[in-house]
């Protein structure tokens, strides 16, 4: 089952315990409902009803969530997934993937040397990233805007999590 998020409405201001969105849901291409949460912390709100268990159900055949959390024995908390998971996982890959493509419209992002994400502000970006030593003059290891964009997202998300 394939499952996206369109028509993303995001409230950061409005957003307090929990992301205030609004957001279509489709399901293998045809638009299944709306999933929404108004940001005080409580659950997520799906119209139809239906939608809800059509997305636990799903949710039922997904391997457990391991967190980094520990649990009072010290070993990591498992949860299961459930509609709330799945729209919450879909809605923090919209949002990282909204930052990074400000980020690369602004800035060049790279891996520098010590393995960490660095930004570098130019005043012309296209030719910077042109300037066939620019991984040398920035002691870069990777340049996220010359990778396909999935790719930059996967490193953009270690880095930033």
């Not at 636990?56 to 997934?81: C, F, Q, W």
């Not at 493509?101 to 520098?112: D, Q, R, V, Y």
Request: charged share 20%.
């Amino acid at each position: 089952m394939n499952i996206t998020l369109k028509n993303v409405k995001f409230a950061e201001f409005a957003s307090q315990e929990t992301n205030c969105f609004e957001a279509t849901v489709y399901i293998d291409g045809k638009r299944a409902g709306v999933a929404s949460n108004e940001g005080h912390g409580g659950c997520n709100n799906y119209y139809p009803n239906t939608l809800c268990a059509i997305l636990d159900e799903h949710a039922e055949t997904l391997p457990p969530i391991v967190s980094r959390y520990l649990d009072g024995n010290g070993k990591p908390m498992v949860l299961e997934h459930d509609a709330d998971t799945l729209i919450g996982d879909l809605f923090d890959y919209w949002l990282q993937s909204r930052d990074l493509k400000k980020s690369l419209a602004k800035s060049i992002l790279f891996i520098g040397e010590d393995g960490k994400l660095w930004r570098s502000k130019q005043t012309d970006l296209n030719a910077a990233l042109s300037h066939p030593d620019i991984s040398q003059k920035l002691k870069a290891k990777q340049i996220l805007n010359l990778m396909p964009f999935d790719a930059a997202l996967s490193i953009y998300q270690g880095a930033t999590t």
